[in-house]
Each structure stands twice: as C-alpha cells, then as structure tokens.
C-alpha cells in the first residue's frame, strides 16, 4: 500500500513538473499535447488500479500473513497432558452448541524454530487445532478461498505458565517457547490433533477416551 500511494505522489510530483517546464519552453499547443497526452496515460493507469485493487490488496495481505506465519514455521509441541473433561458451564446468554463435542484440556509447550523473519512472537489467539489428517495448505489457496485460516477447533480458557504457575493468557503475544494450557471442544469422531497457525502444521496429539458429557 505504501508504494502504491507514493507511485500516485510522484507521478502527480512529475504531471506538475512536466506541465510547468512544457508551457515555459515549449509552444502552448506542444505543450498542450504533453499534457492531454499525460492526462491520457494517468486514466489509463487508474482503471488498471482500479480494475486490480483486489489483487493489490490481496498480495500485500499475503506478505502481511506470511511474515506472521514463519514465527511457528518448523514448530515443535512438546505434549505434557491432556486429559477429558466436561463441558463448561453455559455464561448468561449463551446458547448451547448445536452439534455434540466431546471436552479436552491440555497442556503443551509451543517451541518455535529459530528464525530469522522480521517478526519474533506469535499470537496465541491466532492458533487452533484441526483433525491430524488435516491436509496442509498454503497462504496463496486460503487467499482464493477468502480465509485467513483453516476451519479448526478454537482453543479457549487458555492459560500460560509464568514464574511457576498458569496465568490467565492476557497479553496474546509471546516470544520464545511458552507453555500453555487450554480447553478445546472436538467432535466425537476426532481421534487425533495437531496446531494450525495460518499455513503451518505441527504437533500431535492423541485423545483418551471422553468423559460421558452432560446435557
């Protein structure tokens, strides 16, 4: 987007420029052609603009996600626990989920690979977890399907290990290896699991038996 507003800038910058420098050197229908002729060539520049804006937006979204993917490119999850539990209590207002979903808490720690991108911490409300034999994708596939990400289970309660002890996750933000604790709903048929940030995979997670949910 930066580069498209100063391409409009300079090229205002040199109509300007040519304009004045035709009219003082040049005879006024000279310059007049230059100019009809400039003004000709910046409309045809705006409807190509126009006419790909989309595709425009589209890539500089793309640049956007992959530096934020290549945070948990080459991930590992190091699994500690997961064990089934019930359903949460219903808060005020809510309604219950309309399709079964057998409970799971879990406790893993995220290590990103090193990497030299641009962007160091990743968002832990940006990753969920999808059925392990969930093919993988690429960014360029989710743009075309209009997705930022694969449809996947969202984690929720999430908590972080800090100074020896799970705190609510607050700050969304993290660098580095972090361990983190979370309830997530599957379906009853889900077997097995794995994290999903934006195009990367990794991990596995094999689920024990549920507990008979109530309700």
Do not use: C
């Amino acid at each position: 987007m930066a580069k498209i507003f100063k391409l409009i800038l300079l090229a205002v910058v040199l109509f300007v420029t040519i304009t004045v420098v035709s009219f003082v050197y040049l005879k006024w229908w000279a310059a007049l052609l230059i100019v009809l002729g400039m003004i000709v060539a910046m409309l045809l520049g705006l409807r190509y603009l126009f006419a790909n804006i989309g595709k425009i937006f589209g890539k500089a979204m793309l640049k956007v996600f992959e530096v934020k993917s290549r945070v948990l490119r080459g991930a590992t999850a190091q699994l500690n626990s997961v064990q089934p539990t019930t359903a949460p209590p219903l808060k005020e207002g809510e309604t219950p989920p309309g399709e079964p979903a057998n409970f799971y808490r879990i406790d893993v720690t995220i290590k990103p690979a090193p990497s030299d991108g641009p962007m160091q911490h990743w968002d832990l409300d940006d990753l969920q977890l999808v059925p392990f034999d969930t093919p993988a994708t690429s960014l360029e596939k989710m743009a075309e399907e209009g997705k930022e990400s694969v449809d996947g289970y969202s984690l929720s309660e999430t908590k972080v290990m800090q100074d020896g002890t799970f705190v609510d996750d607050s700050a969304g933000k993290y660098q580095g290896d972090q361990q983190v604790q979370a309830l997530v709903a599957v379906p009853p048929h889900v077997r097995e699991l794995k994290f999903q940030y934006y195009a990367e995979q990794f991990g596995r997670i094999a689920l024990p038996q549920p507990l008979p949910q109530l309700g």
